[in-house]
Nanobody, 123 residues
Framework: QVQLVESGGDLVQPGGSLRLSCKVS????????LGWYRQAPGKEREWVAS???????????SVKGRFSISRDIGRSPISATVYLQMNSLKPEDTAVYYC?????????????WGPGTQVIVSS
């Protein structure tokens, strides 16, 4: 069973930076896509960024140029860590950030999820 645990959420001032981490264990495929999503109060969960096993990354337009996703593959093929470096943070980046893993063939928005980590951008 896949397990994901996020960390790194915090209160930060506008223009600041944060680095989120997500430890993934129990992966069933080396071709999984790892990603980050977020959900702001009163809004639906939205995709933020994703990265493939070949380190190909993709970003939502709202974070392109400010956020960077990366991944480390653990010694065991069933574990990995995915990071989200967030720079030039804006108040509209305030949300609960969720880590996600899905097989390549599974559409975005599906797969396994972590419990989330809260990011608040405020002065």
């Amino acid at each position: 069973q896949v397990q994901l645990v996020e960390s790194g959420g915090d209160l930060v001032q506008p223009g600041g930076s944060l680095r989120l981490s997500c430890k993934v264990s129990g992966r069933t495929s080396l071709s999984d896509v790892l990603g980050w999503y977020r959900q702001a109060p009163g809004k639906e969960r939205e995709w933020v960024a994703s990265i493939t096993n070949r380190a190909t990354s993709d970003y939502a337009d709202s974070v392109k140029g400010r956020f960077s996703i990366s991944r480390d593959i653990g010694r065991s093929p069933i574990s990995a860590t995915v990071y989200l470096q967030m720079n030039s943070l804006k108040p509209e980046d305030t949300a609960v950030y969720y880590c996600n893993v899905r097989p390549r063939a599974v559409p975005k928005g599906l797969g396994s999820w972590g419990p989330g980590t809260q990011v608040i951008v405020s002065s």
